[in-house]
């Protein structure tokens, strides 16, 4: 039995066998053989085996994302099975008598940069492809297995970090708890766990090569103990404290369909975060009373290109439409900092959470900001649709996302598709908008203040380095007049404001909040039924 501490960012129990996530360091080394008949057999194997993995993964992409976004598993399909990719992996290792590892690695390099360099956009496109289907061979080739979190069992993910591009491939359903060596207690990952109601832990010293998959694992998120091999003895008890959750949950249950009043009268909206279009399912089990945040960017994460105005299209159609007339409101896409894409090609940056991220981006590279607002708008005509926009820092944005907006208007009326003209709001997560609040109220129809960010730009720590972990704190005095003056401002323009971030769930503030005027709290799935049972025993007047 092995016991190690780290620090909880979402409470409960969870017992399981662990999956272990690692990274994929191993370097490709050449080696001298001795039987180039015996390594091409090698090749073929891993080849068929790919192949393979590649059509359960198009068969699995078909039901889940549709034709256009799977059609990318059949061209990998098809490029591995290319004569000159072939040849030319074929033709090194018989000459040169390597391995097939690295014969498919420098054919891989080879090939990319040829289709790099290219002009067509199109072949400039694959380079990416054929990177990728080198990298499954080898991986094949070295015996590697993919871990296939659709046939997985429900497991504990136990891994050094998780990017926001890996978390939303997984297949929620099967994830009990998260495990981490490294993160940030406002990381993707933690945020997720809180959307999902399981328990995470950050900062566990453990070594994941000492820790096979399968393991059972006992995670404590209330004590932030993570317990390897447990015994009967602990076993029996985690499984006892999860009983006692499940009966809290259960009372929490019996609010489901009341309002959201406090004692003496005043009515404040929760609303839900969500990442994807699979989100939803949490929104409606939780009863809330919208959508405040559906992150866009994740329509972008975990993909090899920009998605289509389509493919975009019909996932905020479908978002509106499981709505039903309940107020969904999409931020605009906010890549950058902690959420990379590869194809947005941003380049490394000294200081990515202040850099060329969200709003910038768009802005700067309108065509893609245009496909973004034409889904949109059409997706307008399905449901109660809003648009908000992230990272503002003056009224010049907003002027320039109008001229932006009326651009794509006027495509849709000269194709005469019909649209809805949408509430457009703003976040603010920057001290410059907090001090122009009056001004930007002017402009917009609500504000949602993101308090992750700006409590990192206000207090100038990054969020994301745990190593701040003990000087963040989201409770400092400023951060809270701050979110006085915003709401302070919308009112006064006769706009209404609420918060989107983190803080928001924070049950320790839900009535400074209520007191304040915050006019809705939009939450993690899992908090909108705690915060409705706070603001219902509450007075909003004291």
């Known amino acids: 039995m092995l016991k190690l501490s780290g620090k909880s960012v979402y409470k409960g129990i969870a017992l399981g066998p662990v999956v272990v996530l690692k990274k994929n360091d191993q370097q490709v080394t050449r080696v001298k053989i001795a039987d180039a008949d015996e390594e091409l057999a090698r090749l073929e194997t891993a080849g068929e085996k790919s192949k393979e993995q590649l059509q359960d993964l198009y068969e699995k992409a078909l039901k889940e994302v549709g034709e256009a976004s799977a059609a990318i598993f059949e061209v990998h399909q098809m490029m591995l099975e290319d004569e000159d990719y072939l040849d030319a992996i074929h033709n090194m290792i018989r000459t040169e008598m390597i391995n097939a590892e690295y014969a498919a690695a420098v054919t891989g390099d080879n090939f990319s940069e040829m289709f790099a360099n290219m002009d067509d956009d199109y072949m400039k496109a694959r380079a990416a492809d054929v990177k990728d289907i080198s990298n499954r061979l080898i991986k094949n080739l070295m015996g590697e297995e993919d871990i296939d979190f659709s046939s997985m069992e429900p497991s504990v993910i136990l891994a050094d970090d998780l990017t926001p591009s890996e978390t939303v491939q997984m297949d929620k359903k099967k994830i009990l708890a998260f ?60 499984r006892g404290r999860m009983e006692e959750e499940k009966e809290k949950l259960t009372l929490l249950q019996t609010l489901k369909g009341k309002e959201n009043i406090t004692l003496d009268g005043k009515t404040i909206n929760i609303y839900a975060n969500i990442g994807s279009v699979s989100d939803v399912g949490y929104v409606l089990e939780n009863d809330a009373g919208g959508i405040g945040l559906f992150r866009s960017e994740f329509l972008y994460l975990g993909k ?68 973004q607002l034409r889904a949109l708008l059409r997706a307008t005509v399905f449901g109660n649709l809003s648009i908000m926009y992230p990272m503002i820092t003056s009224v010049e944005e907003i002027k320039k996302i109008y001229e932006i907006m009326d651009e794509v208007k006027a495509q849709l009326d000269a194709d005469g598709i019909p649209y809805k003209m949408p ?41 994301q380095n745990e190593r701040l972990d003990a000087f963040y704190n989201p409770h400092h005095k400023a951060i809270l007049r701050m979110i006085q003056m915003v709401v302070d ?9 609420g918060i989107c971030g983190e803080l928001g769930a924070d049950p320790e503030l839900t009535e400074t909040f209520v007191r304040m005027g915050v006019d809705e709290l939009s939450v993690a799935p899992s908090m909108v039924l705690r915060l409705r049972k706070t603001v219902r025993e509450m007075r909003a007047e004291q």
Request: aromatic share 8%; with cysteine.
């Open 304 to 371: 090899e290109d920009y998605p289509t105005e389509e493919e975009q299209f019909q996932a905020y159609k479908q978002v509106v439409q499981t709505m039903a007339g309940k107020k969904v409101i999409i931020r605009t896409l906010d890549i950058g900092a902690d959420k990379q894409v590869d194809y947005f090609n941003l380049g490394k940056e000294d200081n990515p959470a202040m850099g060329y991220r969200a709003i910038r981006i768009c802005l700067t590279e309108p065509e893609i900001f245009k496909t």
């Open 489 to 497: 401002s919308a009112h006064k323009a006769g706009k209404w404001a």
């Open 179 to 238: 495990v981490t060596v490294h993160g940030s207690i406002n990381s993707h990952t933690s945020i997720l766990a809180r959307m999902m109601n399981i328990p995470a832990l950050i900062g566990v010293p453990v070594d994941l090569e000492e820790i096979r998959s399968g393991t059972q694992v006992v995670v404590d998120g209330f004590n932030g103990e993570v317990v390897f091999d447990p015994s009967e003895e602990v076993c029996a008890s985690a």
């Open 423 to 463: 509430e457009q709001g703003i976040m603010i997560e920057t001290p410059a908008a907090v001090m122009i609040g009056d001004e930007l109220a002017e402009m917009v129809d609500f504000f949602s203040i993101g308090t992750n960010d700006l409590t990192q730009y206000t207090l100038a720590i990054d969020r």
